[in-house]
């Protein structure tokens, strides 16, 4: 039966959104203003980091970050900021103007890394948060001198899950710090390992600091030990629904959308993915349909950023079709984005299984 048999056939309590229909245009100033700590990461502090009493490097790392912040409690370090016209130039403070949080998985990086945001003693507005996908995809928004005009004035940048996987990207997001770096912007990253490297050992600042080069004497490691909860090999994914109950769900669910999978991604491509974030705004579900293998590369890497915007608002998302974990072929969870790939899986494993309250209901 088709998704659209389905929705003349279900009962008309409330009529189900659709990402297919919605084309955000954001301002800039919002995509600049949403660069926070995600919604799962709203509360978090450096005293709700719990650390390991057998791992002394945790409890040093919350130290070390909590003075990092400290210290950025003064003036940019280029100067600006509110202070008269004769006023001296105030000297940058000494030492490297980056922290790299150099951990295994399951440590708690993205916590610190948010607990940091948090702690540093400026308007939010002066401070930005967001992961390396994010932050190309500014780039892409605005264009490059634009995004550096528009974050020189910050204080603090964090970039989650920097990525090293693409040279293209890695060259062009450490120009932007190394412009950021010049204009006294403060940085503190995590990153990725190196896709040939996945599974091989638990640290990857040999790599970030080689990766980005020039920018390396602006960054201190700091290594957090710790036991590594990653899972290894595929999440097991909930089973599908039928589509009929994935669209009955749906018209009970108010504010849940209700889109065609193969739909979806067409569609996705007709959308900036720095606009993703907007595309999902006041949805309290996603119901997907007829949900199928994603068909090529640049597919599988929108439908990632689209897994990450649902991640981080804690959307659950009831679908139909092959299970998550069939997703992607075995060539591209081989390949050099296998990484983003085991993330979106993950992601959306556990976003169905939040989405079993919805059809229990």
């Known amino acids: 039966m088709s998704t659209r048999a389905l929705n003349e056939a279900a009962p008309a309590a409330a009529t189900p959104l659709s990402l297919c229909s919605r084309e955000p245009h954001v301002p800039a ?40 912040a400290e210290g950025l409690g003064g003036a940019h370090a280029s100067g600006a900021g509110k202070r008269r016209w004769f006023a001296r130039r105030p000297a940058a403070p000494a030492g490297p103007r980056g922290v790299y949080l150099d951990g295994g998985y399951g440590v708690g990086k993205t916590h610190l890394l948010a607990s940091l945001w948090h702690a540093t003693p400026a308007e939010p507005s002066l401070k930005a948060f967001g992961t390396f996908v994010e932050l190309t995809n500014l780039v892409g928004a605005l264009g490059f001198q634009e995004t550096v005009r528009t974050l020189s004035g910050h204080r603090l940048l964090c970039i989650d899950e920097f990525e090293l996987d693409d040279p293209g990207d890695t060259v062009l997001v450490s120009s932007l710090l190394g412009k950021l770096v010049d204009a006294g912007v ?7 390992t190196l896709p040939g490297k996945l599974g091989e050992g638990r640290f990857a600042a040999a790599d970030f600091l080689r990766e980005i080069q020039g920018l390396s004497a602006h960054f201190r490691p700091l290594r957090i030990d710790g036991e590594d909860y990653r899972h290894r090999g595929l ?13 009955e769900t749906a018209y009970r669910t108010p504010g849940a959308s209700l889109d065609d999978f193969p739909h979806l991604l067409e569609h996705l491509a007709r959308v900036h993915p720095s606009r993703y974030g907007a595309l999902t705004d006041d949805l309290t579900a996603v119901c997907l349909t007829d949900v199928g293998p994603v068909p090529d590369q640049s597919t599988a890497l929108r439908l990632v950023v689209l897994a990450d915007r649902l991640y981080d608002r804690e959307i659950p998302v009831l679908a139909s079709g092959l299970p998550f974990d069939r997703l992607f072929s075995d060539e591209m969870l081989n390949g050099g984005y296998k ?20 059809v229990a209901q």
Request: proline share 11%.
């Open 29 to 68: 100033d919002r995509l600049v203003a949403e660069m926070v700590p995600p919604p799962r990461f709203d509360s978090v502090r450096f005293d709700t980091y719990l650390p390991d009493p057998n791992q002394p490097s945790q409890c040093e790392a919350v130290k070390v970050l909590s003075g990092f």
């Open 186 to 192: 403060a940085l503190a990253a995590t990153s990725n």
């Open 235 to 247: 999440p097991e994914a909930p089973a599908p629904h039928s589509d009929q109950v994935v669209t």
């Open 339 to 358: 990484k983003k790939y085991f993330r979106a899986i993950s992601r959306l494993t556990a976003l169905a299984r939040d989405a079993k309250e919805l």
